[in-house]
């Protein structure tokens, strides 16, 4: 079983910041099976990005993703209030799919 | 627009069952693999249960085997997870999802509490 690990654990930020989520994995995750996922209290979890770096349906261009072998990144360039939300990074080469236990952005 | 709709979820002693729903809309039901996620209260989200399009491959995560059984009905445009001899640990939100390896769209959630 492939293991995600995210950090930090919670993020206190401003409007306007970039933010850099980190998603480590035990082992490789070759061809890039990576994906992240943001969830609001209350509400199901969105895809946001796959592939590592391929942006889903509708997702705005402010969200990026990046990495490969053990080390992924999410990248938010400019914290728009809607982002403040709990990230999910998620393994989809080996079974089971893993998640991450997430990474907290909350308001500074 | 794609809709998934979970319900059936409720509260339910230690040992007993409930048949979990999930009502499908908005794509073509019958060319997608569908999943069952589910996230205990506070924790990760963890994969749960995958059939394929035609129902012929099932899989499940190794703590429901023996206990959990994902089905589907094409014709409906539905998925199901019936659950059998229920534990604390799965008090959970259960999600009916699509999959591609990851997950592009999501029911809203039907929670499954079991307590006595």
């Known amino acids: 079983e492939i293991l995600l690990t995210q950090s930090p654990g919670t993020l206190s930020l401003s409007p306007g910041e970039k933010v850099t989520l980190s998603c480590r994995a035990s082992q490789s995750v070759s061809s890039n099976f990576l994906a992240w996922y943001q969830q609001k209290p209350g509400q199901a979890p969105r895809l946001l990005i796959y592939g590592a770096s391929s942006r889903a349906t509708g997702i705005p261009d402010r969200f990026s993703g990046s990495g490969s072998g053990t080390d992924f990144t999410l990248t938010i360039s400019r914290l728009e209030p809607e982002d403040f939300a709990v990230y999910y990074c998620?393994?989809?080469?080996?079974?089971?799919?893993?998640f991450g236990q997430g990474t907290k952005v909350e308001i500074k | 627009e794609v809709h998934l709709v979970e319900s059936g979820g409720g509260l339910v002693q230690p040992g007993g069952s409930l048949r979990l729903s999930c009502a499908a809309s908005g794509f073509t039901f019958s060319h997608s693999s569908m999943t069952w996620i589910r996230q205990a209260p506070g924790k990760r989200l963890e994969w749960v249960a995958t059939?394929?399009?035609?129902?012929?491959?099932?899989y499940y995560v190794d703590s429901v085997k023996g206990r959990f059984t994902i089905s589907r009905d094409n014709a409906k445009n539905a998925l199901y997870l019936q659950m059998n001899t229920l534990r604390a640990e799965d008090t959970a939100v259960y999600f009916c999802v699509t999959s591609r390896g990851y997950y592009d769209y999501w029911g809203q959630g039907t929670l499954v509490t079991v307590s006595s």
């Open positions: 059939m394929n399009q035609d129902g012929s491959e099932k």
């Open positions: 998620q393994q989809y080469l080996n079974a089971p799919r893993t």
